[in-house]
């Protein structure tokens, strides 16, 4: 059973670049979280998806970042024209279904450096 | 090992003891709380959860307790092994879970002396 699955695993992106940022959820789970940890702190959510749908992105920034779950392949996280201020590691997690009471499944991160 | 709050974020305990790891929670209308470890270049790695209809729920070798008249929460570790060491997260789930996002905690790096 494979589990989240983010790539890449590191981004080095140059002022004003794009930068993507791919994961696939745990079999069988629709529900993916976007969240971004800067060094010596905890995870800050930043959206919710379920496919094709955005639940909840009070935790992104309005301008810059988007982000999208197609019906096929992927979710994606895009920051557009970053800043040195983007890097950060970016965590997507996954869950079988909705509600707030069960465990989120974790990948192991993109590390995105800004040069 | 001594307990140590969200202000002391280092924990160093002798392999062997017992450890444990305490997390003050911010949101009274939380109802799930999850522990996490995260080791070095890794993402979160689920270790328990709890809902808040239990005050205390055991795993293999850890035991979480929830208060929530405190907002309180603790993750205690039995026989702590050096695979123990990482960064240990608390999370809730805020507002009842209505949004399903996590709200986690700053984080406590548990090290163990061999």
Known sequence: ?115 | GESVGLHLPTLSVQEGDNSIINCAYSNSASDYFIWYKQESGKGPQFIIDIRSNMDKRQGQRVTVLLNKTVKHLSLQIAATQPGDSAVYFCAENGDGGSQGNLIFGKGTKLSVKP
């Open chain 1, 1 to 115: 059973n494979a589990g989240v699955m983010q790539n890449p695993r590191h981004l080095v992106r140059r002022r004003g670049q794009e930068a993507r940022l791919r994961c696939s959820p745990m079999k069988g789970h629709s529900h993916v979280y976007w969240y971004r940890q800067l060094p010596e702190e905890g995870l800050k959510f930043m959206v919710y998806l379920q496919k094709e749908n955005i639940i909840d992105e009070s935790g992104m920034p309005k301008e810059r970042f988007s982000a999208e779950f197609p019906k096929e392949g992927p979710s994606i996280l895009r920051i557009q024209q970053v800043v040195r201020g983007d890097s950060a590691a970016y965590f997507c997690a996954s869950s079988p279904n909705t509600g707030g009471d069960q465990p989120q499944h974790f990948g192991d991160g993109t590390r995105l450096s800004i040069l």
